[in-house]
C-alpha cells in the first residue's frame, strides 16, 4: 500500500523533474527564467583529492567531478534514465545489436583547439578497455571502426546493451590521442594531473592536491553559449563538519555525494540551503549486510532468512539513519528502472526467525544457537549499525562477535579473502548491472578480492539470468529477467539489503540546474549557473 | 670548535635515529594487514582481481619483504623518498609541496602559545591567588583538555558561523585577485582559527609552566636584593625574574615540537589546511606506505631541528650555558 504510493510519487517525481528539464531547455526563449551567464561556483570536492584527473584510467568518485567537467563523453543522462546527445550528437545501434555507430558532433574540439575526431574515439576505447577498473565495460567490444571523421562504429562480439550507460558520466571519457598516445603509460601519464587537455566544457587552471581544483569555462565548447559558468573551484574539505559550516555560511554553494545522517538532518532547516536525494541513480550505493554463504550456519537458507527476519529494517532507517534513507530491497538501486520492489521484504517477526532456526535444526541451549562475528568496517558509517545486528541477533540466540577494523584495508583483506560471516559494506551499482551488480552474484566471481563475490554465492539460475540479461537488447524481456533475478537473490539472501546510501545534494538557493542527472556530480555541469 | 663537535654528534645521533624511525615504521606498515593496492580498489569503486595484481606488480607489493626494505632503504640513503601509489607522485615532491604550509602554521602556533603562555604565567605568578591567575589557569586548562578537534568545530561555529568574520577552511581564497599584501591578508585571515586551535593545547603547558617558575624565581634571594636596591616591580619582574624563569620554559617547548607535529594532523583536517597533516591522514586512511614513511622521516626531521634551535635559543637566553660551552 505504502509502496504503491512511493511508486507513484517517484513517478510523478520524474514526470516533474521530465517537465522541467523540458522548461529549462526553451529556457533561453523567455527571458525571465534564463539561466545567466558568468559567475564562480564553488563546491567541495567529494571523495577528497582525486588519485587522478583522467576518467579513463581511473573510476570513482573523486575523479568523477573534476574528470567529467575536464572530459566529456558521447552520451549523457537525464532524470528518466533517457540517453541524450553528447559528443555524439546522434547514435545508431545495429538490428543485430552487433555494431553500434556514434556520429559526433562536428565543431567539438579538445581545449587546445585540435578537432576531436573519431580516432580519438577509438584510442578512447582501447585506453578505457586496457586500463581503466570495470573491464564488463567495453570487453564485448572487437574493434571501432572509423569510416570518417566525425563517425565512429563499434563492432561488439555480441550484443550489449549496458554499453549505453558505459558511454555517459564518467565512464567514457574521450581522451586526445595526440596527448596520451605518446607511448607512456597512461595511468601515470604526467598529463592525467597537469597542463591537461580534455575534450569538456572546462579546462584545468589549477589542480592543487589537498587543497583544490580550478576549471575554467572553455572558450570553444562546442555548443554556443555554454557552459554558463565562468568558473568553478572545486574545495578539498575532507572533515564533514567543516563542510557543513562553509555550506552554511556561504563559502561553498554546493556539495554532492554527502551521507553522514547527523549532518544531513541538521541541515535540513538551515536557511537558503535545499538538499535533495535526486541524481543517485546511476552510481546507485546501496548499504547491505553481506552473509559469507560457504561458512558454518550461514550455508543455510533458513539461517540467512532468519538473521533477515530478525532485524528490524525501520529500526535502522529511522532511529539509525534518522530517515534521510530510502529503503532498498534487492542489489539494484531503487531509483533503477530495473529495481524490483515485489520481493519478499522481510518484515521484523522474531517468531518466524526462531522457528526458522529451529527448522535448520540450531536449537536454542541455554539462551543460545551459535556464535557469529561480524566484521565492522574501517571506514565510517556502520558502527550503529553493527552494533544493532549484534542486540538483535541476540533475541534470536545468536551470538555475535564484533570485530573492528582500524581503517579499510585490514577491513578489505578480511572480507576480500572470504575470511568473515557478516559485514555491513556499500557497493555500487555503476550504471549498468552487468557493470556493478553481476560482479556480487555470478558464481564466476566468487572469492576475486573486495566487491566480488565474497559471499561463496552460487545459484545456476542467477548465473543464468544475469548472462542473458547481459545481452538481451529488448528492454522489457531483459527488465524481466532482472525481476526474477532479485527475487531469488531475496529469496536466498546472501546479502541483506537493508537502503540505499542517503547520498544527498546540497546546494544554496543561488545555483541554477543543480546536477539531476542519474550521475550526480560526475556529470558536466555546463548548464549550471548562478542566479542573481 | 666545542660547538662544531657536539653538533656533529648531535647531527649523527639524528642520522641513526631516522633510519630507526623508517626501519621500525617499515615493519610496522607491513605487518598491518591488507595494502594499497585495496585501497586503490577502493578509489575506483572496485576492481578486477588482475587489476588489482597488476597495481601490486606495479608497485612491487608481491617481492618478499626483505627485498622491499632493502629497495626503500636503498632509495632514501641516495635521497629517493620513493614514489607514492595512491597520488601517484614522487613523496618529496608531495612533502615539499605541503611543507611550507605545515611550517608556517606551527611555528605561528608555537611561537603564539609561548609569547602568550609566559606572559599569562608572569602575570598570574605576581599575584597567584588573584582572580585572573585563576581565570588564566580555568582557561588553560580547559584548552589542554578538549579534544583539539572539537576546540576547532567550535571555534568554527563561534566565528564563522555565528559571527562571520573568519573563513571556515583552506588557506587561501582562490577567488580574489590582487597583490602580494592582499594575499598575505587573505592567508593570515585563514590561519587565525587553526593557529588559536593548535595554540590551545600547549597554552596550559607554558603558562603553568612559566607560572611555577616565575613564582619560584620571584621568592629566590637575588629578587630579594634587587627589591632592597630600590628597582620598580616592573624592572625586577622582567629584568632580573623573567630571563632565568624562562628557560624551563623553553626547554619545554623544545620538547613539545614533537607534539605540535602531531597535533597539526588533527588541526589541518579539520580546517583543511592544505599541509603535511592533511596529507598524512589522507595517506594513512589509504595505507600509502611511501608517503607515510616519507612524513614520518620529515616529521622526525622537524623535531630534530626543532630541538637544535632550542638549545641556540637557549645558549642565548641563558649566559650559563654560553659559559660552559
Redesign the interface.
Known sequence: MQLGELDVNLKLRSYLAAAMVTVLACAPAMAQDAPKQGG?L?VSLP???P??LNPAV?????TGFPGTQLFAAPLRYDEDWTPQPYLAKSWEISEDGLKVTLHLQENATFHDGEPITSEDVAFSVEVIKEHH???SMFEPVTSVDTPDEHTAVLNLAHPHPALMLAMSGQLMAIIPKHIYGDGQDP??HPR??QDVVGSGPFKLV?F?????V?LERYEGYWEEGLPYLD?I?A?????S??RA??L??G?IQMATFENEPTILSRLQDAEGLNLTTDGYGGVGPIDWLAMNTTRGPLKDVKVRQAIAYAIDKNFILNALLRGTATEARTGIHPDSPLYNPDVNAYELDLDKANALLDEAGYPLEGGKRFELNIELPGFPGYKAQTEYVKAALAKVGIAVNVRSHP????????V?SMEFDLSFDS??N?GDPVI?VN?TYLSSNID?????NTQGYSNERVDELLNTAATESDPEKRKALYKEFQEIVAEEVPIYVTNAVPMHTIYADKVGNPPMGIWASSSPYDKVYLKD | MNLLRITTIRLFYAVILLMAVLLLNFTMMHL?????A???????????????AQIRTDYGLDQPFLVQLARYMGGVLSFDLGYSY????PVTD?IL??LPATLLLVFTAQIFALLLGVVLGVISARKPNGILSHFVTFFALFGYSAPV?WTG?LL??AF??KI?WF?????RD??ISGGFWVHAVDVARHMVLPTLTLSSIFLALYSRLSRATMMETLGSDYVRTAKAKGLTQRQVVYKHALKNALSPVITLAGLQFSAVVSGAVLVE????W?GLG??A??S????DTPTILGILFFSALMVIVGNLLTDFVLRLVDPRLRARA
Open positions: 564562480t564553488v571523495g577528497g583529492t588519485r587522478s581511473q573510476s570513482g568518485v573523486a577498473p570495470f573491464k595511468k601515470s592525467n594531473n589549477e592543487k592536491p589537498g587543497e583544490h580550478v568558473r573551484v574545495r578539498i574539505i575532507n572533515d563538519s567543516a559550516i562553509a552554511q555560511n563559502e581503517d579499510f584495508p585490514s577491513w578489505a583483506e578480511k576480500g557497493v555500487y555503476w556493478g560482479r576475486k578480492g573486495i566487491w566480488s | 598491518a594487514p591488507g595494502d594499497v585495496d585501497t586503490i580498489a577502493q578509489s575506483m569503486g572496485g576492481a578486477d582481481e588482475e587489476v588489482l595512491y597520488h601517484n607522485a608531495l609541496q605541503r578537534f568545530i568554527l561555529i564563522s558561523l562571520q573563513p571556515v577552511s583552506g588557506m582562490v577567488t583536517t579539520v580546517f583543511a592544505p592533511t596529507l591522514f589522507e594513512i586512511l589509504v595505507r
